[in-house]
Each structure stands twice: as C-alpha cells, then as structure tokens.
C-alpha cells in the first residue's frame, strides 16, 4: 500500500504460430503489463503482420458496426483459441468484403440521394426556365455553332471559372442558386469546347442532362420529373433492402467476427510493445508481480503443457527508470487515488503517497473547516450524488464527516457557537493557540516529506543525495536546528545553543554539497552555491508559514459566519432566517470549495514537490477486452 | 509577447546558414557532421547523423526529421501569439499535412497496405488535425475523401471528389489541393496583412507570385493544358501578378513570350532565365533577399517569425541536398551544384 509491488522482468519465448494463444493467455492472467523486447538474437518482428491484418479488421469492423449498429454484447467462451495469422487474414478479407458490398450499397444510396436533391432542383429549375420563355429545344440543338451546357457547381468558384471561361470565349450566365450550388448556362464556341472540359471537372462543374422531353413541352417535362422521381424512390426503396439483407446475411457472423477480433487483440497489442522473434520463436516481454509467477507457470503449463521457456529477472538498475508501479489499495483508500494520480505516478520503489495524502488531506479540510452542519450537509450531499459522482463521493463523505467531528471539536454547528460547547478549543477565542498548532503541524509535514524523499533517494541509489542534499538528511538536520532556534527565540525552549550548532552542520553540509555538485567555473559556482543554500533555508520557511493558512481558514470560518449573524441580526423574522439560510449556503459552497482547493495545494506543493518525482509508469495490464495504451 | 516573440525569432535567425557556412557541412568530415548539425540547432538532424555509415540511414527518416524540427521551431514561435496571426502560423504548417493526404490518396490509388503508408507519413505532432490511422484504413479514394470531407480541411478538399470522380486523374487531384491550400493560406493571410502592414504583404506577395508564375509555366508548357484550364488552376492573388495579368500570361504560347510580358521589374530580375526551374531559383533567390531583410529589419513579430521560416526551410532543403549527396557519396563539386542557392547571374 506504501510501495509498488515487486515486479519481475518475464521473457516468454515459444513457437511463433503459438503466439497469439501465448498473448490471449496472458490477457486472461490479466497482470502481465508488455514491454519491449530487447533480445539482440532475436531481431525479427514476427506479431507485426498479424498486428497489421487485426488492426485493418478491426477498423473495418469498426466501420461496420458503426453502419450497421451493434451486434449484441461480446461473450469470449474461456476455452477459445486466438485466431492465428492465416485465420485473422481470412477474416480481414471477409470483413474487407462485406464492407465492400456495405460501401456500394452505402455509396449508391448517397448517389440516389444526391440525384433526388438534382432532381429538385432542375424542376426549380424548370420553373424559372418557363417564365424566361426560353426555347430549350432551340438552345441546345446539337447542330449549332453554339455550345451550350446547362448545370451547377461551386458558389464559391463561380467568379475564378467565369474569368478563366472569358480566355476561351464562353460566357456564364448565372440563373439560380440552391445553398452552396449556384446553376448557370455555359455557352461557348462548340469548336472550343474541348478546352473548357478539364477546366469544368476541375471546377467540379455537374452538368444538369436535360432531357428530350424537357426541351419540348413543360406540362411534358413536370411528367418525366415525377416520373423520375418515383424511379428514384423505387432505387432507394431496393438499397435499403439491399442494405437490410446485408444486415441478415452477415449479421450472425459479423458477431463471430467480433469474438475472433477481441480474442486476437492481446497479441496485436502486445506486439505495438514489442515481440521479438527468430525463425519459428517468438518472445513476449513484459512486467508481472512476483508473487505472481508461480500461478503463471501453472496458467502457461496448462495450456502449453512445456512448450514454453520463461525467463525473469529482477529489474536492473539500466532497467528502473521504465519499470511500472503496481500498487494495490484496499478499497477504502481507492477514491484517494485519483487525487494523487492528478499529480503524477511514483516511480517504481518510491514511496506511494496515497495513504499519507488521505489521512493529511481530510485533517486538513476538517481543520480548516470544523462545523457539525456544514460537515453534515456536504456528507448528506456527496451520499446523495453518490450514482453519480461514483467512488469519489466517498472523499465527499469521508471530508463531511471529518468537518463534523472537528465541528464537535471546535463547538460550531452551523456557525453557531453557543449550541455546543468545544470538546478542544474555539479558533476565534484562541487564535494564537490555532495558529500555534498549524505552524506545529507543518513543522511535522515537512520533516515527514524529507525523511520520505531521503528514503526515495536512497533506494534510488543516489546515497550522496539522500544524505547531503537540501530535501536528504542534510536539510533535516538544518530545518530542526532552525525551528529549535525559533522555538528558542520565542521562549518556547532552551535548545538555542544546541539547535544552532545543529542548523550550522546541516547548512554547511547543503552549502558543500552544492559546490561540489556545480560543474561550472569558480565565479558561477560561488554564485550557484551562494543562491540554492539560501534558496534551501528560504523555501523551508516559507513552506512552514505556508501551514498558518490552516488556522487562518479556520478562523475565517468563524468570522465569516458572524458577518451573516451580524447581517440576519438587522433584519426581520423572515429576513433573518433568509439570511441564515442564503449565508450559510454561501459558506458551503465558496468556503468549503476554496478550503478543499487549499488542501490540495498545501499537499502538493509543501508536500509531494519535496518527494515524489510523479513520472513514474502506470502498471496497464494487458486484458481481454479494452487496450494497452500506446 | 511580442518581446518574447521578438528574441526568440532573434535568436533563431543566428542559426541560419549563410552559403558559405553551407559549403562547409560539405566538405567536413563525416564524424563531424552530427558536431556541426547541432551548431545550427539541428539536433533533430544531428541524432540521426550519429555517423554517416550508419544503417538505419534514409532519406525518408531524413525529410520526417526535417519536418520535425520546423514543427519544434514553430510550436516554440507560436506560443505567444493569438488570433488571427496564430491562425495563420499554425495554416502554414498544414501544408505537411496536405503532403499526407496526397500520400493517403495515392496509397488508395496503388492499393497500399495501410501500415506502410502509416510509417511514411509526416509526423505532424501537435499541429496534426487528421487521425492518420483512420484515414489510412479507408477502402478507396472515395471513402478517403468522404471522410476528408468531414474533418477540418473540408474547405481544401472541396470539389476535389468531384473533380477526382469525372476524371480519374491524379494530377487533377494533386492540383486541386495545392490550390485549395494556398487559396486557404491566402485568405487566412488578409488580416494579418491589414494588421500587420508591408513587411508580412511583402512576404506574402513573394511567395503566391512565384507560386502562380512558376505553376503557370508548368501547366502551360509542361502539360500542356488550355490557357482557360491553367489560369483556373492558380491561386486566386492579390500581389503584383493579379488575375487579369495572369490571364495575359496564361494566353502566351511560350516561356519567352511569357517572361517578356512580365512587369518590368520582373523581367530586370528574371534577365538571363531560360527556364522554369531558372524561374523558380531565381524567384526563391529574391523571396530569401526579401524575408532576410524582414528578419534583419524592426518589423513586428509575426511578419520576422514568417521571414524566419521561410528562411529556415530554405536552409534545410540545402541540408537535406548536402546530406543526401554524401550519403550517396557524391563528389562535393555535384552536391556544391546542386545546393546552390545564389544564381550565377545573380552573384
């Protein structure tokens, strides 16, 4: 709970065609996490041709599903055998088909429907055409000089075609415009009309056919349209059929597909880490638990019964910095995680803050914001969100209840302090006192960070720095001897002596190391030296004042509520109670927000800063179903 | 922000080769080129240029490093700017990615499996708008620029279906993206323009009429395609060459008639080209001369960030030319020829 789990670096090496029934194994074990592999015997990427073919597959069968809905949710029978390479080409050329016939089916619909919209527009079209009481017959007889088309394209490119069609001695006329089409007749020499085609398709001109019937008669003409449009609705009718039967056709094997997809997955993800082969062998590499190997032995034996050759290994020093942390939390501790995971990931063998920042955290806002009501409210509140806020409700109603019990404490319900009397202390009756007490936890704050970060370096292996450095032992002994001299100073203790021998070693100790750790020239390390040791003794001062912020939003508590009892006390009955009520709700959610905002920060920036790096690797075990991440 | 912008255009423009400085990552030994790379703040380059003989060497891990590290500068000159002048910075880095939707388009054309048309593709980093895999894994040109259509260069990409369904051609493709490109860039340039005054017009000027005048020449006597056609072809401009001079141009029958019809100016600093790639040198030759003056001069931000990529990927089309010169281990008079940057008759 304090530190990642032990892992062992496992190397799995077995036949080549056995590796996607390797990869679904380790899925099903479910706390294998892939890595890459780094064997140099072993250069060849046997799973990327099968990585490639499920990858097609799979946006394909994305693609289908995506036009044709879900085929029911996905059951993986626990005796089913991953598709192998020459199985899952297969299947990619059946989905490759489907999709094909889906395309064409989805295509020509889009075409109808494109027509449809033409269709409506040429009897527009038509209309306006009537009342130009132009000859349509005599415009575009095929004999004349005169080449005349009719048809619609871009609005936008309107203005470039009809200067680029002055060079050749056509002239756009321009009649109607639906949305972004604008229909125009170009007419132009029929000797040069040859030029203008390429610029036309480029300009992604649609010729409008007009046909015979629509150059004779208009009554003619509104027949052939209806006409074409009950031919048009007939095609769209018989696509969706088509499309219906496809549904039918390949449906119950569209699902079988999906089965065959999600079973294939492991070995396609594993293989974006890395599968290393040579030859008929192929090697999976990855991280699992150590109190894990023995049971995946068992699952390998089973189902390889000895074909198989595990290597493992402990992570070697060139090895940590990639090494994911697997921590386990028990279940209470779990709604935490997300907290501390906003910051950053511990490294491997660092030191999991989660439990401390839990404990910390919910001290904190209690302190900050001790009131019986108040706490009630926001336990009440999170326990009513609960559906919806999920496991984060429980730090909602782990703080409400925290808030209350210092509420007890401090003798406030609902800013009311004469209802209850203070089992511990009243914050504006004693400031000093509170103030006193925040400072004092600090205090124990910061030195629990620097014995925290000692402990990261020196299981890092960075001894030097977990010694001698500002955040290593160096800089606890100087922060003791600093408060045992401010203790001193204030009369709290007799320690001045002693605690100032204490700050000199530890300042000293920090000032040597520095200058032993600036690789510069003598001018910039006198400098360097000069500015970080004073950095150190500054930024632990600071960082400790930091904490009266803790007594200070107690206080403030206090004082806020006053101001709203102030405010009801001028009023009438129903004022009053107004206010007390609208106050109270002000102080909910604009205190409570900032108190929980300042917890947060009083724990990342005094707290985690001086420990926890936060670039650690998350432990994302390969699963049957969802993804390793890339 | 426009002090940040300022120093940091200041001190990228230090890293700018000069042709001399150029000759000499010719001439230097191969274990010291990664050394010299790195000078220039080309440690994209230099991480790959461990050593010359190393086998994981190729020119198409070259250009992606390339990219990279114009990204990299870019991201870093684009963080204090805002609006419109961040808008544009940003539209100028898409043309990388239009070079991947040509890659998409031509790997559906040649049935390309996704995967390797995956690995060839620029990495676009922060600037990327397309999911290159999904893209990737569409069954045809069709499906490819439905799916275009729907994502953030649906204002580049129309017509291009239309265009691409009449005639099946890829040039009609390739045109119709590059225009819709730099009509995108253009638009996206006027306000910066208005804001920003001649410095940026000037820069801008430069770039669309070498662009018009050079696709011109091309169009017209490479391919031979109708005066109508090619006119239609070019970008919509509002610098020295406007549409109605274009046009004029379009209509010539060839190259000399071409550039004798040109402004006077023009023809001054065309005197002695015979031929488009002479056209094109001599024009970038000119565009160099101007951003460098940009770069050099108190002009804002935004117009010496501009000058200072233009600049910047002119130098690395000359690394890319150098490097890949010795690694094909040619004589160091081929590659000084072929990375010339200063015409003859200009020097």
Request: charged share 20%; with cysteine.
């Amino acid at each position: 709970m304090l530190r990642a789990e032990p892992l062992y670096r496992i190397q799995l090496m077995m036949l080549a065609s056995e590796a996607q029934d390797a990869a679904l194994a380790l899925a099903r074990f479910g706390v294998f996490n892939p890595a890459s592999c780094s064997v140099a015997a072993l250069a060849e990427s046997p799973a990327a041709v099968y990585r490639e073919a499920w990858l097609e597959a799979d946006a394909r069968m994305s693609k289908l599903l995506e036009l044709c809905g879900d085929t029911g949710s996905l059951h993986l029978p626990e005796d089913a055998e991953a598709p192998s390479l020459a199985d899952l080409q297969e299947l990619n050329n059946w989905l490759k088909q489907v999709w094909v016939s889906c395309l064409a089916c989805h295509e020509s619909e889009a075409k109808t429907e494109d027509a449809r919209a033409h269709l409506e527009a040429l009897e527009e079209t038509l209309g306006k055409l009537e009342r130009l009481n132009v000859d349509l017959a005599h415009l575009l007889r095929p004999g004349s000089l005169l080449s005349v088309n009719i048809g619609s394209l871009p609005a936008a490119g309107l203005k470039r075609v009809t200067e680029a069609l002055s060079m050749t001695g056509h002239l756009v006329s321009r009649f109607d415009q639906v949305g972004e089409q604008v229909f125009a007749v170009i007419a132009g020499p029929r000797a040069r009309q040859e030029e203008v085609r390429g610029l036309l398709a480029q300009a992604g001109w649609r010729e409008m056919p007009v046909p015979d019937e629509l150059r004779t008669h208009p009554q003619a003409a509104r027949v052939w349209l209806e006409e074409e449009r009950n031919r048009l609705n007939a095609q769209s009718g018989a696509e969706c059929q088509i499309l219906d039967g496809l549904r039918e056709q390949f449906g119950p094997r569209l699902h079988e597909a999906r089965v065959r997809l999600a079973l294939a997955r492991p070995l396609a993800e594993t293989a974006l880490a890395g599968v290393c082969g040579k030859g008929g062998l192929a090697a999976l590499s990855g991280w699992i638990p150590r109190r894990q190997l023995d049971a995946l032995r068992e699952t390998l034996d089973a189902r390889f019964h000895g074909r198989y050759w595990l290597e493992r290994h402990e992570p070697t020093s060139d090895e940590i910095a990639e090494v994911p942390s697997l921590v386990r939390y028990p279940g209470w501790l779990k709604p935490f995680v997300p907290l501390v995971k906003s910051y950053g990931v511990p490294r491997y063998g660092e030191f999991d803050p989660v439990l401390p920042f839990a404990i910390t955290y919910l001290l904190l806002f209690g302190a900050m914001f001790g009131d019986v009501g108040h706490g009630a409210v926001i336990l009440v509140l999170a326990a009513t969100l609960f559906r919806r806020l999920g496991r984060m409700a429980w730090v909602g109603i782990a703080a409400g209840a925290v808030s209350m019990l210092f509420g007890v404490l401090y003798g406030s319900v609902f800013g009311y302090e004469d209802i209850l009397s203070p089992l511990w202390l009243s914050p504006l009756h004693d400031p000093i006192r509170v103030l006193t007490i925040a400072v004092g936890f600090g205090v124990g704050f910061i030195v629990f960070t620097l014995l925290v970060n000692a402990r990261n370096k020196f299981v890092a292996g960075h001894i030097a720095e977990a010694l001698f450095d500002s955040t290593g032992l160096a800089g606890l002994v100087f922060y003791l001897g600093a408060v045992g001299s401010v203790v001193s100073l204030a009369g709290g203790a007799d320690v001045g002596q002693a605690s100032g021998l204490l700050a000199g070693v530890g300042i000293v100790t920090i000032a040597a190391f520095k200058w032993l750790e600036a690789k510069a020239g003598l001018g910039e390390r006198i400098l360097v030296t000069a500015i970080e040791t004073l950095e150190t003794g500054i930024n632990l001062f600071a960082n400790t004042l930091s904490f009266m912020r803790v007594a200070a939003f107690s206080l403030n508590h206090v004082a806020l509520a006053l101001a709203i009892f102030t405010l009801a006390n001028g009023l009438d009955a129903a004022g009053h109670w107004f206010t007390i009520v609208l106050g109270n709700i002000v102080i909910i959610v604009l205190e409570g927000g900032i108190v929980a905002i300042q917890a947060l920060r009083l724990m990342y920036y005094e707290g985690f800063s001086r420990f926890f790096s936060g670039d650690g690797t998350e432990f994302v075990p390969l699963r049957l179903e969802g993804g390793v991440r890339a | 922000m426009s002090a940040y912008l300022n120093t940091r255009v200041s001190l990228f423009s230090s890293q700018l080769w000069l042709d001399g400085e150029l000759d000499s990552l010719i001439s230097v030994p191969d274990d010291a080129v990664a050394d010299a790379l790195t000078r220039r703040g080309l440690p994209q380059l230099a991480a790959g240029f461990g050593g010359l003989t190393a086998p994981n060497q190729d020119s198409r891990s070259l250009e992606q490093r390339i990219i990279a590290q114009v990204l990299d500068e870019t991201r870093v000159m684009i963080r204090p700017l805002s609006g419109d002048a961040r808008t544009f910075l940003s539209f100028w880095t898409a043309r990388f990615e239009i070079s991947n939707v040509k890659t998409l388009l031509r790997s559906k054309m040649t049935g390309e499996r996704p995967a390797a048309v995956l690995a060839r593709l620029i990495p676009m980093g922060a600037f990327g708008r397309l999911d290159n895999q999904d893209l990737a894994h569409a069954e045809d040109v069709g499906e490819l620029l439905r799916r275009l259509e729907a994502g953030p260069y649906a204002g580049v990409v129309r017509n291009v279906r239309r265009a691409f369904e009449e005639s099946r051609d890829p040039f009609n493709l390739d045109a119709a993206l590059d225009r819709g490109y730099y009509e995108s860039l253009t638009l996206r340039a006027l306000p910066v323009e208005k804001a920003v005054g001649a410095s940026f017009r000037n820069l801008m000027a430069n770039l669309i009429d070498r662009i018009n005048l050079v696709w011109l020449l091309r169009y017209r006597f490479n391919y031979k395609l109708p005066p109508a056609q090619v006119y239609y072809l070019l970008v919509g401009s509002r610098y020295s060459l406007p549409g109605t001079r274009l046009r004029e141009l379009a209509a010539l029958d060839s190259l000399e008639a071409v550039l004798a019809a040109l402004p006077a100016t023009w023809q001054t600093r065309l005197s002695g080209v015979t031929d488009i790639p002479g056209v094109f040198a001599r024009m970038e030759h000119i565009a160099a001369e101007q951003a460098l003056r940009v770069l050099r001069s108190n002009a804002p931000g935004i117009a010496r960030a501009f000058a200072y990529l233009i600049l910047r990927e002119r130098d690395l089309r000359a690394v890319r030319a150098v490097l890949r010169g010795r690694h094909l281990g040619l004589a160091e008079a081929d590659i000084r020829l072929a990375v010339q940057r200063t015409p003859a008759e200009v020097a």
